[in-house]
DNA sequence: CATGAATGAGGCTTCATTCAT
DNA sequence: TATGAATGAAGCCTCATTCAT
């Protein structure tokens, strides 16, 4: 009896799909370097052999996942940029996003290790690191919009922006660290960081 | 002959340093679980067999590695307290030997892949967290300081402390992620999260 | 009804052969320890799942592809012998009968192995031994023939069927070994092995 | 306590040719693609991670013993040509001493399945045809030496190197196909192939 | 009949650790 | 003390085989 292709290629999709969060979660929880290919299948709920349906290799597992979040934080950039308000109310908004997407928020931790650990190749980490700096780069320009409009500090744009995502990046690892979960209201402490102090 | 003793002694002390000078080194650069004793016998200039001649295993080398990092840096958070000149100043010379103190500064993120990482057994990681945890409350208890006199704004000051170690700390990994190296500016900027701004 | 019967096991027949035809090829070409069900199951246009409706398992493919050629090659000799003119001829015949019949030829790359290395049981080894022994007799049969008519050179019969289709049989592997394509002309070079030559 | 290096070295050199003898014979028996790290480690009496402080991989323990096993029979090739008495006095002596040295005997075998099999990359496999090629053309120029003295029958040297050596080879290979180890005689029957008969 | 998703046995390889010298 | 040979547990990955659809 023939297949049904269709329903065949969303199942594949979902699995593939299943595969990533599972290895997102066991990445976060137990070390990218440490991790098995086993516990992430298990806990995906598949066999291990059946991963490499899916995957070449525990490398291109993070690879993938990296990358995507690494997409979809750019994407969260641009989309702060054009928001509306001033460059403030921007950044509190893209820092929630940050902090509270359980993707984006806790895909630091991983990202973290793929880019200062030499569990990938040098290119791969090369590439790693290239969209690191163009976020890095993303967020300074919102920063620029900010002292054009009087509300950000003055200041070099880009260390200002690697302070402030230094800051929130790390802030969304504290729970991973025994911290607890950090409420909204660090959100304006934070920005003290880079806010304008129209009083000095 | 007493002479040899000691000489030995200080001889075994030093090769020992050796070694904890080089897992440093290799933990950092290539990552906790990744690193080989290999490597570190090799960084440190002697034949891997040897190393077990100092320490009981490659879990014993990072615990005592962190658990001396955590000690070096309470010695420094108690300094900084009766150190000279408002909180401000004791925090500027807290930071300042924080992100210079290429033991300190480099350690942290060891002790962080120790602490978020299944490397170490649940037990030694919870050591770990009550150091941290320690850590934090001394460096909570500068900045209360700071409240009663009036150099640190308002707030829960286990909060701002764990927002201005997570900035601090972190900045020290600039250079692993490609940042640079943060220059001795930031560290105002950064006290820009705690001081209390009496102009509002 | 009846004749849809009759062209299903037509059909079926065609799907068995067109998978044992891609298996002598996938096993010569790739080694018959490092061929893949799948690698036979492309080359033969269906799915690797599908060939389990034709064959228990790569073994039986192996063994039934190695019987076949077998006893092919038995009617070869038995054909070879009742032909017509000298032994001469009729060695002749039968060389260039193996040598270019594409089955015959490649698959003696493929007995080969599955003689001499243990991808097989010992049963079905020892199934092929039989085989190859009862092969060679037929061919000493024939030189036997040779011998009493006066064609074939003095000497233990078996022995030199054994020199001679050593000799033959590796021909057929020259172009797998780089070596190119042998031109007819070698034949009647091969048979200075045997032709008795009334000269001495 | 320091080592004795110098037996240290004799010692790795034993146990680099244990395991290389030991896969000689693994290889030979089992086939190349189904023996095992651990068959070759068991055979060397060792164990099989050792197996890996000499060899990068099983490839590489295959490359080197086919290399060395081809540079031998180069050396025999060439030590023929320049020995004494007629060419077929050197070819008589040239495969008796490929049929008894138990290394160049057996290793055809080895050599064949390395050479027509998928188990080494396309370039490890080109290297091993170049020098196939290369003492094919050594022992054309032996016969066309014997061409020159006239006891080497007319016709393309090279094709007739082709056929002698897919005989004598092969003929190593009697005893794994269950045709008895060749006596010394067929060696005569052999060079019927290409000795010159002036009687015609 | 046909497909390919799914499983897991088994081989390869690494590397922490032990131990003879 | 110092070295590196030796071991084997453990993880990665492949692929024959099963089975739901």
Same mark, same amino acid.
């Given at each position: 009896m023939a297949r049904n292709v269709i329903k065949d290629q969303q199942q594949r999709e979902l699995r593939r799909n299943q595969i990533l969060t599972a290895a997102a979660s066991v990445f976060t929880k137990r070390g990218v370097a440490v991790a098995k290919i086993?516990?992430?299948?298990?806990?995906? &709920?598949?066999?291990?052999?059946? =991963?490499?349906?899916?995957?070449e290799s525990k490398e291109?597992?993070?690879? =993938?996942? =990296?990358?995507?979040?690494?997409?979809?934080?750019t994407e969260l950039l641009k989309e702060a940029r054009v928001g509306s308000g001033t460059v403030i109310d921007k950044l509190r908004w893209l820092i929630?996003?940050?902090?509270?997407s359980s993707r984006t928020g806790t895909m630091y931790w991983v990202v973290?290790?793929?880019?200062?650990?030499?569990?990938?190749?040098?290119?791969?980490?090369?590439?790693?690191?290239?969209? =690191?700096?163009?976020?890095?780069d993303l967020?300074?320009?919102?920063?620029?919009? &900010?002292q054009a409009? &009087?509300?950000?500090?003055?200041?070099?744009?880009?260390?200002?922006?690697?302070?402030?995502l230094t800051l929130f990046h790390n802030t969304a690892m504290w729970e991973y660290r025994g911290f607890g979960?950090?409420?909204d209201l660090v959100i304006d402490i934070m920005l003290r960081l880079v806010v304008n102090n129209p009083s000095k």
């Open positions: 086993s516990d992430i299948a298990t806990e995906a &709920g598949l066999s291990y052999g059946h =991963v490499y349906n899916f995957f291109e597992i993070l690879t =993938v996942l =990296v990358q995507s979040s690494q997409e979809r934080y929630s996003q940050y902090m509270h973290l290790q793929a880019q200062a650990t030499e569990v990938l190749s040098p290119e791969e980490k090369e590439a790693i690191h290239r969209n =690191v700096h163009l976020n890095r967020l300074a320009d919102i920063l620029r919009d &900010g409009e &009087g509300t950000i500090a003055e200041g070099n744009p880009v260390e200002l922006a690697t302070l402030l979960e950090p409420s």
